[in-house]
């Protein structure tokens, strides 16, 4: 299950509340990010990440990220699979789909390829599009300037891009992707995703793995 959105969308702070309240259901679940989830791979995250006075093309951009994402599928999110274990994975391909294709204008046809490749066909079994208007986005995240990395600092149109391309996307494969509204409260949007993913489950039958 992969948790995306824009900046500042709330997808981080409920990635971690649906892993509290799955493990409460009796589930094995790992919480896991991208770009990172494995040393080599955090340590390709502060590359891409920090601010650097030489400037990243898009394309070494999306190799650092593909880089880290065979990585940590290798390491992390395989091995999890194989014991059965429900992997919650903050960001994932529809970030770099969103991000370096649809904002950055590389070509969705090749990232798609590439991303295929890295991951040796990884899909979600459901992806959480948090939907937030950009402005609010930004503003939450910039009352935290002290962790503006440097995709926080691309301007408002680059944002704009990003947040249009996530829903087209999610207008492209409905059924693996559902898009939340972030302007609730905290509250209402957990309830939501606790009864998409508990839905998302039981079809797949899959039950949890010790009971209580």
């Known amino acids: 299950m992969t948790f995306e959105g824009g900046e500042g969308s709330g997808k981080t702070t409920q990635a971690v509340r649906l892993c509290r309240s799955l493990t409460e259901r009796g589930y094995t679940v790992l919480q896991t990010r991208e770009p990172g989830g494995t040393l080599v791979a955090e340590r390709l ?3 891409l990440l920090e601010r650097s006075a030489e400037p990243m093309a898009p394309e070494t951009e999306t190799l650092i990220i593909l880089a880290a994402r065979r990585q940590h599928a ?4 395989r091995p999890a699979l194989a014991r059965g274990v429900l992997v919650i994975c903050d960001r ?3 970030s770099t789909l969103a991000y370096q294709g649809y904002a950055r204008g590389l070509d969705l046809n090749i990232l798609k390829r590439m991303n295929a490749w890295a991951t040796g066909g990884l899909t979600p079994h459901l992806t959480l599009h948090f939907d937030l208007p950009v402005a609010t986005g930004l503003t939450r995240r910039r009352r935290e300037a002290l962790s503006q990395n440097r995709l926080d600092l691309e301007a408002t149109r680059f ?3 990003v947040r249009a391309g996530f829903l087209a996307l999610a207008k492209r494969e409905p059924r693996r ?3 939340i509204d972030a302007r609730q409260s905290p509250e209402a949007i957990a309830l939501q995703v606790e ?3 508990l839905k998302r489950l039981r079809s797949l039958r899959v039950n949890p793995t010790h009971h209580h």
């Open 177 to 179: 992707i559902a898009t």
């Open 74 to 77: 290798d390491q992390v999110i």
């Open 92 to 94: 994932f391909s529809d």
């Open 159 to 161: 944002h704009t891009k």
């Open 195 to 197: 009864t998409l993913v």
């Open 45 to 47: 995250r502060s590359i």
